[in-house]
Structures are given as structure tokens and as C-alpha cells.
């Protein structure tokens, strides 16, 4: 694995679970946070992995003390906008990115693809844990993941605005719901815990459903 200590790095930052994780593991790896990079959808206003609203992600920047960088782009033009701003980065002094993806190799390969066009390193500190150890780390370490969006295809959406916890672990594993949700099932917001100076309070307005997901409408 790539050496992070005492190298500067930016977090590709999603705002839920497991992003948090990887940022919190490459702290504590004796890693220099310099930025967190968020990914917009095209018109700047939701992140295009979760669909928080950008505002809840500066909220999470500000109460981490680390500064917020953001990119927009349709898919069609996500990579492109993704490898531009990894080279400002690097640019600016930044060595390495850190990733929270855990055992989808694809992702794996596109992200060291991504990093080294930028001339910089990948750094997946969640990589090859099993997803029920990594949950359950953040759930111990005192994160406080609230669940924002169910594919009502994998997941009731009675879940939306529960905190991730270990009973709540052993329920959706017990229903054949992947604990993690890498198939897609569910999607969280960090709202507290280790490295957050003050926690972040959710405006609920509501649920909206799109196609076959549900999401908590936040403000």
C-alpha cells in the first residue's frame, strides 16, 4: 500500500460512511489533510454520488476544519473534470489521494488511473477489509451515519433518517441487505464523530423518490 506519512493529501469525499473512514484512517496514518473533493452533478448544487446538497458538505468541511473543493460534470465528462482538478492539486503540493472504496476492483483501477495521470499516488486504506468490519469501525469509532437514500428495490425506506448502528447491522442482515451497501442498497451523511469539532443538524423537509430510489429531502 502507498506510503501516506507525512505526504499532503486531498480526500475524494462523498460526504457518508465510508469517505470518512478512508480521510479518518489517513489521519491517523500520519497522512497531511489538505482537501476534501466532492464531485457535483452538472448543475453544482448536489453531489453526484449521494445527492447531498452542497451545503451539507461545506457544513461537514467547515466542522472538520478542512477546506472543500468541488467539481460539476455529467457523466460523460466526469473523468475529465476529475483528472483537471487532481492536477491543481498536485500543483498545489498534493502527493496523494485517499479513497474509500473497499473490494470493487473496477473503482480500485480508476481511481490509481485517475491519481497517476495526475502524478500522484492512490492511498485505499478500507481496501480488502470485509465490509461487516469496516461498518462496524464506524459505528465503534463514534460516527454518527445518518441513511439519506434506499434503493426501495434492496431496502425499506422506513430506514431513511435512522443512524447506523450495530442492531441496525444485524437487522439488515438479517433481511439479505449487504451491510455496507456497495450493491447500491443504501447511502449515508456523516454527522458527527472523531475529527468533527462540532456536529452538523439536519433539515429534513420531507422524502422524494426518483425512479427506484428514495432519498430524505435535506436543506
Keep these: 500500500m502507498t506510503c501516506i506519512k507525512n505526504r499532503p493529501f486531498f480526500s475524494s469525499w462523498s460526504g ?3 469517505s470518512c473512514l478512508a480521510f479518518y484512517q489517513a489521519v491517523q496514518a500520519g497522512g497531511k489533510p489538505c482537501y476534501l473533493f466532492t464531485m457535483l452533478a452538472e448543475e453544482g448544487e448536489r453531489s453526484r454520488a ?3 446538497p452542497l451545503r451539507i458538505l461545506e457544513c461537514q468541511a467547515a466542522s472538520l476544519g478542512i477546506p472543500l473543493v468541488t467539481g460539476a460534470a455529467a457523466w460523460g465528462g466526469y473523468e475529465k473534470v476529475f483528472i483537471d482538478q ?3 492539486f498536485n500543483t ?4 496523494v489521494g485517499v479513497y474509500g472504496d473497499i473490494d470493487l476492483e473496477e473503482h480500485r483501477k480508476w481511481q490509481e488511473k485517475a491519481s497517476a495521470a495526475a502524478g500522484m499516488e492512490a492511498y485505499l486504506p478500507l481496501w480488502g477489509r470485509t465490509r461487516r468490519e469496516i461498518v462496524a469501525e464506524v459505528v465503534d469509532l463514534g460516527f454518527k451515519a445518518v441513511v439519506v437514500a434506499v434503493n426501495e ?3 425499506d425506506r422506513r430506514y431513511l433518517g435512522k443512524v447506523l448502528d450495530r442492531p441496525m447491522m444485524d437487522e439488515l442482515e438479517r433481511e439479505g441487505i449487504d451491510v455496507a451497501g456497495e450493491n447500491g442498497e443504501y447511502h449515508t451523511v456523516i454527522i458527527d464523530g472523531p475529527l ?6 439536519l433539515d429534513v423537509k420531507g422524502i422524494k423518490s426518483h425512479e427506484k430510489h428514495c432519498f430524505l429531502h435535506l436543506e
Design 153 to 155: 428495490e434492496k431496502m
Design 50 to 52: 449521494h445527492a447531498l
Design 86 to 88: 487532481l492536477r491543481k
Design 196 to 201: 468533527f469539532q462540532k456536529p452538523l443538524e
Design 92 to 95: 498545489d503540493g498534493v502527493e
Design 16 to 18: 457518508g460512511k465510508d
